[in-house]
């Protein structure tokens, strides 16, 4: 579909990902979401589907430069122009300074830098000669400060957040809109579920981060008129003591 919108999500997991992905596709937009095993997005597809939508599914490493750039050129060569991507790649693993591995901090940085970084770029590339398009990078309160054991996390997200600064001041003039939201609380996830019963009993209280709830501010980020962007944003259950 030629003339298609289109929005990618790189990053479309189960819970953040895969509810940005429902968001823009109840809006219209062709979806393309990738995670390195495609296999693992089939019940997003299907569920999308059925609700109406339009979903692709790709199998990509985002750490991989040439896999990026097939990627970007696939979508606007059989979907359509890329209107909005959302890289939404995790990578928090916990680690003690003294035990963490080079090759550890290497692939942190690789998966929520690195990644970042191509992501940004090929959607760039993209979009400036449109003069229209929306970057929104997801980050993390270990965006904002370094905590124990998280020194690989944290240096990796504050990258990204530079990135994403850099970014907005570059192509902001250019027509794009670049913003990079802050993630700070636990989410509705099987992980907070399984690991962290305690925290995941706040949800009756509203007291965990609904996934849908973050994707409507995705989608809102989007919606903004360019009088007026935001650049910045940071989510929170009202419970979060920060």
Sequence with gaps: MADAKVALVIGAGEATGGAIARRFAREGYTVCV??????????LVQRIEADG????????DARKEEQVVALVQTIEREIGPLEVCVFN???????PIR???ARVYTKVWEMAALAGF???????????????GTILFTGATASLRGGKGFAAFAGAKHALRAL?????????PEGIHVAHLVIDGAIDTPFIRETFPERYALKEKAGILDPEAIAENYWQLHLQPRSAWTHELDLRPWLEPW
């Design 164 to 172: 994403a600064q850099s970014m907005a001041r570059e192509l902001g």
């Design 118 to 132: 191509l992501a940004g770029r090929e959607a760039a590339r993209v979009m400036v000669p449109r003069g229209r």
């Design 34 to 43: 990738t995670r390195r095993n495609a296999d693992k997005l089939g019940p």
């Design 89 to 95: 790649v995790g990578g928090n693993v916990r680690f």
């Design 53 to 60: 939508g339009r979903a692709r599914a790709f199998g990509s």
């Design 99 to 101: 035990e963490m591995t």
